[in-house]
């Protein structure tokens, strides 16, 4: 960055920034994000981006969790799943997912998905809103429900990724293939 773009940095930035750095491995993908942070904050084109609550933020979040944010910036996941529906109970289980976007194969741990997008909702993050339902029939009776949902950022998720991820180089925190 040009010298003349580089501004004071907000201390409520800044502060956490350092605190929370000190517990993260140089080489995680939090590293990257809290330095991005911490870029951004001193850059005049930039610092609008930065909020003080996003460090805590990344503190917060799990490898596999920012590489969902990564890869969510480029687009969303959309996702098909079944529910079996047990009309005397009045109720839907037995949840599978017929089809994801999801780029399972490059998280650490793909089968904690659902806990992922459940903390980065938690944290206004993402959304995963059902776009369209579908009822399964058997014999005039309902017996599942197939459901057409997207994964993606909120507007604070996309400030966030903007302001954390950056735009290049994190590809390096893929997970490898074994």
């Not at 773009?5 to 920034?17: A, F, K, M």
């Not at 517990?23 to 981006?49: T, Y």
């Amino acid at each position: 960055m040009p010298d003349e773009r580089r501004i004071d940095p907000p201390l409520e930035v800044v502060g956490p920034v350092i605190e929370h750095l000190r517990f993260v491995d140089e080489s995680s993908p939090l590293s990257a994000m809290f330095e991005e942070l911490l870029s951004k904050s001193i850059d005049q084109n930039g610092h609008a981006d930065v909020h003080p609550a996003f460090a805590m933020m990344i503190s917060q979040l799990s490898r596999d969790e920012a590489w969902m944010l990564f890869r969510l910036r480029e687009s969303s996941f959309e996702v098909v799943d079944h529910l079996d529906y047990d009309g005397t109970a009045n109720t839907f289980s037995n949840r599978t997912i017929v089809k994801s976007d999801l780029p399972s194969v490059e998280l650490y741990l793909s089968d904690k998905v659902d806990l992922s997008f459940a903390h980065l909702q938690s944290l206004g993050l993402v959304e995963w809103p059902v776009m369209r339902q579908d009822p399964v029939m058997a014999n005039g009776r309902q017996t599942g429900l197939t459901r057409f949902s997207t994964m993606q950022l909120t507007d604070l998720g996309k400030l966030f990724v903007k302001a954390a991820v950056p735009q290049s180089g994190f590809e390096r925190f893929a997970k490898t293939q074994t």
